[in-house]
T-cell receptor, first 115, second 111 residues
Framework: GAVVSQHPSRVICKSGTSVKIECRSLDFQATTMFWYRQFPKQSLMLMAT?????????EQGVEKDKFLINHASLTLSTLTVTSAHPEDSSFYIC???????????FGPGTRLTVL | SQKIEQNSEALNIQEGKTATLTCNYT??????LQWYRQDPGRGPVFLLL?????KEKRKERLKVTFDTTLKQSLFHITASQPADSATYLC??????????FGKGTRLHILP
């Protein structure tokens, strides 16, 4: 199957700072990527759909000015958590849509801890 | 609102037995139902997809059933092994390819 990477795998930051998380499709091109957030013992919650060359589509309740998404190329989407606060601490997972498999492949996730 | 329920938060099964996990959903008509495996601190890994017009799908020791009348899917692992211990997520895929996940069932295979 296709491979999706995320960087960094974990990050600790101070409250008020911004953090950027990268999601890359390594061996395929992805016009569509998705960003999820997962709290402990909870399900993955879709935050937004990232489309290459256009604005992201955010799910209800997700602040687009706080979670900036940029899908600048067919293999890279970034999620920037701006002015992070402790309640933003979570596991952030991206996925990329591989048309050849007609399936989403998930990255390994990024653990964000905001102090 | 749409709701997905995985009945057991955790399930302990003796090695060699068949593990059966349940997924129920309401207020939804999915195009596909999918099962994923998630290990601690990792992203989900796709296991099986079953379409609304399919009753059953198999892959090696895995079997998934899909009953659109009951709005239920059962996920079976036969001849279970300790390496099968993980969290298993049920997910519904809509026509616009968005995926909605259940909370998962933590499966422990006891040696």
């Amino acid at each position: 199957g296709a491979v999706v990477s995320q960087h960094p795998s974990r990050v600790i930051c101070k409250s008020g700072t911004s953090v950027k998380i990268e999601c890359r499709s390594l061996d395929f091109q992805a016009t569509t990527m998705f960003w999820y957030r997962q709290f402990p013992k909870q399900s993955l919650m879709l935050m937004a759909t990232s489309n290459e060359g256009s604005k992201a589509t955010y799910e209800q309740g997700v602040e687009k000015d706080k979670f900036l998404i940029n899908h600048a190329s067919l293999t890279l989407s970034t999620l920037t958590v701006t002015s992070a606060h402790p309640e933003d601490s979570s596991f952030y997972i991206c996925s990329a849509w591989d048309l050849s498999y007609n399936e989403q492949f998930f990255g390994p996730g990024t653990r964000l801890t905001v102090l | 609102s749409q709701k997905i329920e995985q009945n057991s938060e955790a399930l302990n099964i003796q090695e060699g037995k068949t593990a059966t996990l349940t997924c129920n959903y309401t207020n939804y008509s999915p195009a596909y139902l999918q099962w994923y495996r998630q290990d601690p601190g990792r992203g989900p890994v796709f296991l099986l997809l079953i379409r609304e017009n399919e009753k059953e799908k198999r892959k090696e020791r895995l079997k998934v059933t899909f009953d659109t009348t009951l709005k239920q899917s059962l996920f079976h692992i036969t001849a279970s092994q300790p390496a099968d211990s993980a969290t298993y997520l049920c997910a519904l895929r809509s026509g616009d390819d968005k995926i909605i996940f259940g909370k998962g069932t933590r499966l422990h295979i006891l040696p």
